[in-house]
């Protein structure tokens, strides 16, 4: 498997509950980013990871959202106290970010979370 | 504010007529640009990318799209639709001093058989 990938693809919680879902990106890629899709809308970005720091986390709606990137490789977006407005599809992708632009940015097939 | 435009939140063509989506960006300098394509129930897609080397960008299944500076548009054109070009098309902008990319609204492309 030569893409990102992201699991689980679905999953439906209860509203209150926490929830952790997790990317893999490609393999040699620095450069990790979240990004949020409700339904008929196009992606929004939530944080980009240059390594193992979020470097831009400007996008996190508010502090129930978290994301980390321990080794610089996987990440976990957390998300406390769920609520239904949290139902979405959430998309990680990740680049090279060597530096040359344009840098692409390739995407997972995303998890959709459904909040009842 | 730095934003991206999609004229068209859904587009209808007849299969083997021409494809139109436009798009505009705001910037006062030149972005990256990129079109990517989502089909039902998949990851997102890249077709073509604006690399400043050429106006014109070649994609792949034939889609192309022309930067124009002086209208700040990003179209994507194809000669010939396909049934199987039935998706959701987004035309998206990397400001890099942002480094983060903003997503259009997306057009919905339909294909009448």
């Known amino acids: 498997g030569a893409g990102v990938s992201q699991t689980p693809s679905n999953k439906v919680t209860e509203k209150g509950k926490y929830v952790e879902l997790r990317c893999d990106p490609i393999?040699?890629?620095?450069?990790l980013y979240w990004y949020r899709q409700s339904l008929g809308q196009g992606p929004e970005f939530l944080i980009y990871f240059q390594g193992t720091g979020a470097a831009d986390d400007s996008g996190l709606p508010n502090d129930r959202f978290f994301a980390v990137r321990p080794e610089g490789s996987v990440s976990t977006l957390k998300i406390q106290r769920t609520e239904r407005g949290d139902s979405a599809v959430y998309l990680c992708a990740s680049s090279l970010a060597s530096g040359a632009l344009p840098d692409t940015q390739y995407f997972g097939p995303g998890t959709r979370l459904t909040v009842l | 504010a730095q934003s991206v435009t999609q004229l068209d939140s859904h587009v209808s063509v007849s299969e083997g007529t021409p494809v139109l989506l436009r798009c505009n960006y705001s910037?006062?300098?030149?972005?990256?640009l990129f079109w990517y394509v989502q089909h039902p129930n998949k990851g997102l897609q890249l077709l073509l990318k604006?690399?400043?080397?050429?106006?014109l960008v070649k994609g792949i299944n034939g889609f192309e799209a022309e930067f124009k500076k002086s209208e700040t548009s990003f179209h994507l054109t194809k000669p010939s639709a396909h049934m199987s070009d039935a998706a959701e098309y987004f035309c998206v902008v990397d400001y890099s001093s942002a480094s983060k990319i903003i997503f259009g609204s997306g057009t919905r492309l339909s294909i009448r058989p």
């Open positions: 393999s040699g890629h620095t450069a």
């Open positions: 910037s006062s300098y030149s972005p990256s």
């Open positions: 604006y690399t400043s080397a050429a106006t």
